[in-house]
C-alpha cells in the first residue's frame, strides 16, 4: 500500500471507502498522525487494538466533523462542553463526554463515557466528510504509533512504525507536534486530563473558572499511565548547571556519538556528542519534539539528555511528554 497524498481527492476517497469497509486508514492531524478506524463500528476497532498492541481497555478518542456530529456519540455537550467546543474546535482539544449507549463500546474503552474531537487539518476534515457521506458517523484514532512509543508527527514515522501494509495519506508534518489538550466535562468541574498546546489560560477565560488538576486519588483511565511517549534510547531530563556533568558521564559510558543532547545552551564541540538545538518557543518545541526524538533514535543514540524546561505552565505540554518519556 503506497502512502497517498492527503491533498489528493482521490485518495481521500480511496480512504474514506476503506474506512467505510471497516479497515484501517492513518492520516494527519495539526497534532499528530492518527490511526483511524469506523468509531461506529466494534469490530472496525477491534483492529486498532490489534495493530497498534493497544490493551483494549484503552480508550481512543472519536474524531467528528463537527459539533453537530459529536452527538451520534455523546448524550448530550454539558456547557462546559458547549463552551469549550465552540470556541476551539475545528482544534487541538479533546472534550470527554458521557457517551450515547449502544454506539462507540469499543472505542470508548468501554467506559461509559467517550473522548470526541473535532481536527482542525484540512485533510482529516476531508477524510471525515468524505466517511461521513458513506455513513461513517465519526472515527476513532489513537496516536498512530505501536503502543507506548513516541507519537508520529510525519507520514514517514507512521511508515516507520507500521510499514507498507498500512494506508497512510501524507499531509506533510503535523503543525502542533503534541497530542491535543484532553478536558473531562463530566463531573462539576472541568478537569484538566492532559495538557497540549492550548494555553491554560486561554482554556480557563472561555470556561469563566479555573481548570482542575487531576486528583491523585481518582482511578486513572488507562492510557493515561506515566511511561508513554519513549523512543528506544534512554531519556534523560537535566537541570541546565549539570547538562555538561551529565553528558560527559554518558559519553564515557557508551561513546560520544550514542549521546543524544537537546539542550538551549549549546556545548562545546569537543563533546562529540549529537547535539539539537532547542529552542526558547514551547510552540516550536512541541512541533519539533517527537521529531528530534525520533532521530536520536535513527542515529543510533542510547542516551538523550534533554534540558529540562521552564517551569512555567505554557511549557506544561511539552513538560508533560519530557516526563513521560524519561520515566522508565
Ligand atoms: O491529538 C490527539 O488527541 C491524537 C490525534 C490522532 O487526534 N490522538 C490521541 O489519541 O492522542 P490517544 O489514543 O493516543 O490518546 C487518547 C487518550 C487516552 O490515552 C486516554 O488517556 C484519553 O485519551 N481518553 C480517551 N477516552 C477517554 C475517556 N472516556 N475518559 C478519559 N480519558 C479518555
Ligand atoms: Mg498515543
Same mark, same amino acid.
Given at each position: ?60 478518542? &472519536? ?8 452527538? %451520534?456519540? !455523546?448524550?448530550? +455537550? *454539558?456547557? $462546559? @462542553?458547549? =463552551? ?11 472534550? &470527554? ?8 463500546? %469499543?472505542? !470508548?474503552?468501554? +467506559? *461509559?463515557? $467517550? @473522548?470526541? =474531537? ?21 472515527? %476513532? ?188
Amino acid at each position: 500500500m503506497p502512502v497517498l497524498r492527503g491533498d489528493d481527492p482521490a485518495a481521500i476517497m480511496q480512504a474514506a471507502k476503506h474506512l467505510a469497509r471497516g479497515q484501517l486508514v492513518a492520516f494527519p492531524t495539526e497534532t499528530v498522525y492518527g490511526l483511524g478506524a469506523r468509531a461506529d463500528s466494534d469490530t472496525a476497532v477491534s483492529g486498532i487494538f490489534r495493530c497498534k498492541g493497544r490493551p483494549p481497555d484503552h480508550p481512543l478518542i &472519536v474524531h467528528v466533523t463537527d459539533a453537530a456530529a459529536a452527538v %451520534a456519540f !455523546a448524550e448530550e +455537550l *454539558p456547557p $462546559v @462542553a458547549v =463552551r469549550l467546543t465552540r470556541n476551539f474546535w475545528p482544534g487541538p482539544l479533546t472534550v &470527554v463526554v458521557r457517551r450515547r449507549s449502544g454506539v462507540g463500546a %469499543a472505542a !470508548a474503552g468501554k +467506559l *461509559p463515557t $467517550v @473522548a470526541l =474531537r473535532c481536527p482542525d487539518h484540512p485533510v482529516a476534515q476531508a477524510l471525515l466528510h468524505a466517511a461521513r457521506d458513506r455513513g461513517v458517523l465519526g472515527v %476513532a484514532a489513537p496516536s498512530a504509533n505501536r503502543f507506548g512509543r513516541v507519537s508520529p508527527t510525519r507520514a514517514s514515522h507512521v511508515v516507520d512504525e507500521f510499514g507498507v501494509e498500512l494506508m497512510v495519506l501524507d499531509g506533510g508534518p503535523c503543525r502542533e507536534g503534541i497530542e491535543s489538550t484532553i478536558v473531562d466535562c463530566t463531573g462539576e468541574f472541568p478537569v484538566l486530563l492532559r495538557p497540549g498546546t492550548l494555553a491554560r489560560n486561554a482554556l480557563e477565560q472561555v470556561l469563566g473558572e479555573p481548570l482542575q488538576a487531576r486528583h491523585a486519588a481518582s482511578p486513572r483511565v488507562p492510557g493515561s499511565m506515566a511511561s508513554h511517549y519513549a523512543p528506544d534510547a534512554r531519556v534523560g531530563l537535566v537541570q541546565t548547571d549539570l547538562i555538561t556533568t551529565a553528558v560527559e558521564a554518558a559519553a564515557l559510558e557508551f561513546g560520544p556519538r550514542r549521546v543524544g543532547v537537546y539542550s538551549s545552551s549549546p556545548l562545546s564541540p569537543a563533546a562529540g556528542v549529537l547535539y539539537q538545538p532547542m529552542s526558547g518557543n514551547p510552540s516550536q518545541v512541541a512541533h519539533e519534539l517527537f521529531a528530534v526524538l525520533r532521530w536520536f533514535d535513527v542515529q543510533g543514540v542510547r542516551q538523550i539528555w534533554v534540558e529540562a524546561p521552564p517551569e512555567t505552565t505554557d511549557w506544561d505540554g511539552v513538560r508533560d511528554r519530557l516526563q513521560r518519556a524519561s520515566t522508565p
